[in-house]
């Protein structure tokens, strides 16, 4: 398993590790209250989304998979994050053990496509890379945009709960059946 995140490419977007110089751009978006209304319901301090990233970069090297850095493939402008996860998370038992998909975008990027085809990118590596079949992720019910991008890329709602005392709903992607509806 890569210790170090992969550089990924599609289209408009590049995939890439974070590093210290990222700091900026991560407490810019996680401060934004846009951003944050379905991730936790407030803005992040600096010192949150220095803690995040930190556990972005430890992810990589404890587990070999985590979060990319999305940024603009032509000006390399940062656009957000994406990855999978193991946050050990107080959660229901139905969403634990397998990686966790999640995504953030700045808000100059909403409503681009930026998400999906940054999510598309992530499972396509993970489907190569990580033995794991299947990867959830969890969603508020209001967040309407968020499940839209999932279910385009193969998830399906398969429990609703709760997470930190309000209602989530919680998603997976099955690889086997994936490739079972593949022509």
Not at 3 to 26: F, K, S, V
């Amino acid at each position: 398993m890569p210790r170090t995140p992969p550089i990924i490419e599609t289209q408009r977007l590049r995939l890439r590790g974070h590093a210290y110089d990222d700091l900026g751009d991560c407490v810019a978006m996680w401060s934004d209250a846009v951003v944050t209304r379905y991730i936790g319901g407030k803005p992040s301090t600096q010192a949150q989304t220095w803690a995040r990233l930190q556990a972005y970069v430890g992810h990589w090297n404890l587990l070999g998979y985590g979060y990319w850095v999305i940024e603009t493939r032509d000006a390399r402008h940062f656009a957000g994050e994406v990855g999978l996860a193991d946050f050990k998370r107080d959660v229901a038992a139905s969403m634990q053990g397998d990686p966790e998909l999640g995504f953030a975008l700045a808000p100059a990027f909403h409503g681009k496509g930026i998400a999906t085809e940054s999510v598309r990118a992530v499972l396509s590596w993970a489907d190569e890379n990580l033995p794991s079949g299947r990867t959830v992720c969890l969603i508020d019910p209001q967040n309407v945009a968020s499940r839209r991008v999932v279910e385009k890329c193969g998830y399906r709602a398969f429990e609703a709960g709760t997470y930190n005392d309000k209602p989530a709903l919680f998603f997976e992607r099955l690889r086997t059946l994936l490739k079972a509806a593949q022509p």
